[in-house]
């Protein structure tokens, strides 16, 4: 099936940096979302992004819904600890095609934090 | 609310043993679905369901059986497990449509 290319694959940073990350896609979708995953735990949603060039914050993470409709990226700031996990994005395509109501899941970035 | 709930945890099968993965939420949600995680495989779609009574095939769907006869509930059945079916199982749920699906904590499925 089709994947999202979500980049970086991993990251290992200092606790206090900022990090990036992004998916790109060739199809268009009309919701963005980001999810993080702890060890043995389900994702959790972090972010949702509906309208193409949406910047919208939560916290210290802050998501953007690309204008091309084709990318989104996420920023945390200051790293902390418990920013650990992996990171999942996810799109999902407009209403009326074959592929309406399923989600594309990037295949995630592994975020570790040094103290 | 509970959210999305999944029992069981952990389950241990032996080869062509068949059961069933439940999986309730309680937000009123139409759309609930299933996925499998594997290593470097991401998340991968099983089975959806867009309300009860409702059902269809996602990416993998060969091996697994679901129903929707209410809206709180999507179980997923095994009929006769293999060890490719060794993999950790999430259900998640969303309003009408599958856009923003909230998950359930997992069931990490041994077949051996």
């Known amino acids: 099936g089709q994947q999202l290319n979500q980049s970086p694959q991993s990251m290992f940073i200092q606790e206090g940096e900022d990090v990036s990350m992004n998916c790109t896609s060739s199809?268009?979708?009309?919701?963005w979302l980001w999810y993080k995953q702890d060890p043995g735990e389900g994702p959790v949603l972090l972010i949702a992004?509906?309208?193409?060039?949406e910047l919208t914050s939560n916290g210290r993470l802050t998501a953007q819904f690309g204008i091309t409709r084709k990318d989104s990226f996420l920023n945390i700031s200051a790293s902390i600890p418990s920013d650990v996990g992996i990171y999942f994005c996810?799109?999902?395509?407009?209403?009326?095609?074959?592929?309406?109501?399923?989600?594309?899941f990037g295949q995630g970035t592994i975020l570790t934090v040094h103290p | 609310n509970a959210g999305v709930t999944q029992t069981p945890k952990f389950q241990v099968l032996k080869t062509g043993q068949s059961m069933t993965l439940q999986c309730a939420q309680d937000?009123?949600?139409?759309?609930m679905s299933w996925y499998r995680q594997d290593p470097g495989m991401g998340l991968r779609l099983i089975h959806y369901?867009?309300?009860?009574?409702?059902?269809d095939q996602g990416e993998v769907p060969n091996g697994y059986n679901v129903s929707r006869s209410t809206t709180e509930d999507f179980p997923l059945r095994l009929l006769s497990a293999a060890p490719s079916q060794t993999s950790v199982y999430f259900c998640?749920?969303?309003?009408?449509?599958?856009?923003?699906?909230?998950f359930g904590p997992g069931t990490r499925l041994t077949v051996l």
């Open positions: 996810a799109g999902h395509p407009r209403a009326g095609g074959t592929s309406y109501g399923k989600l594309t």
């Open positions: 937000m009123n949600h139409e759309y």
């Open positions: 199809s268009i979708f009309n919701t």
């Open positions: 992004l509906y309208k193409a060039g």
């Open positions: 369901s867009v309300g009860a009574g409702i059902t």
């Open positions: 998640a749920s969303s309003r009408q449509g599958g856009d923003t699906q909230y």
